[in-house]
């Protein structure tokens, strides 16, 4: 099982340059999110979906875009990158919201430069 | 909103000795509670997932309680190995969101 892959691994970005980090789960989860994790700031949320069609806002939206047009794929846009937004950014799924436990992506390490 | 707060931030141990991390939460109305390994500049690793129903879990030499009434659970290490050294966060499942605390930074020492 593959379980949850995030492309890149790394990336580097000027100021004002778009991009779109990929994430793909293949356990058929409902819920996936989008976090970013800052030095001293623990996980941030940013999006979440709980189904295809589905999106909703975390704690920190701002700058970024999602979508989910499948069960598999939640990817994450940034329109216009900012030195503020270098960060990890880990995507997470779940079967769905109850008692079932929480699978994290290996993350992509991003700076804006 | 869920607020979790991990105690303490950072803790060091000699290697062999058993040691608990805290982990507190605001509100006793979640689905789950799951702790979380991490290294430094890796991804989380799940160690173990208590349900809302139960007490505690058990994976060789780690034990997690959850004691919703008292919105507090504990992770127990026993026979503590300089490989245990990580970061270690709780997550908890309430309404659509999971709440994570900050995280204990555990240093084994040989």
């Known amino acids: 099982n593959a379980g949850v892959t995030q492309t890149p691994k790394f990336q580097v970005l000027k100021t004002g340059q778009s991009m779109t980090l990929q994430c793909a789960q293949d356990?058929?989860?409902?819920?996936m999110s989008w976090y970013r994790q800052d030095p001293g700031m623990g996980l941030r949320l940013i999006h979440y979906?709980?189904?295809?069609?589905?999106?909703d806002q975390g704690e920190v939206p701002n700058g970024y875009n999602v979508s989910r047009s499948t069960t598999e794929d939640f990817p994450l846009r940034l329109l216009s990158a900012a030195p503020s937004q270098t960060s990890v950014y880990f995507c997470?799924?779940?079967?769905?919201?109850?008692?079932?436990?929480?699978?994290f992506g290996s993350g992509t390490r991003l700076t804006v430069v | 909103k869920q607020e979790v707060t991990q105690i303490p931030a950072a803790l060091s141990v000699p290697e062999g000795e058993n040691l608990v991390l805290n982990c507190s939460f605001t509100?006793?109305?979640?689905?789950?509670l799951q702790w979380f390994r991490q290294d430094p500049g890796k991804g989380l690793t799940s160690l173990l997932l208590?349900?809302?129903?139960?007490r505690e879990q058990t994976s060789g030499r780690l034990n997690a309680s959850l004691d919703k009434s008292s919105g507090r659970s504990t992770l127990y290490i026993a026979a503590s190995q300089p490989g245990d050294s990580a970061t270690y966060l709780c997550?908890?499942?309430?309404?659509?969101?999971?709440?994570f605390g900050t995280g204990t930074s555990l240093t084994v020492i040989p």
């Open positions: 997550a908890i499942l309430t309404g659509n969101q999971f709440y």
């Open positions: 997470a799924s779940t079967q769905s919201l109850g008692p079932y436990g929480y699978t």
């Open positions: 208590i349900q809302s129903s139960q």
């Open positions: 979906s709980v189904g295809a069609g589905i999106t």
């Open positions: 356990m058929n989860h409902e819920y």
């Open positions: 509100d006793s109305a979640i689905y789950n």
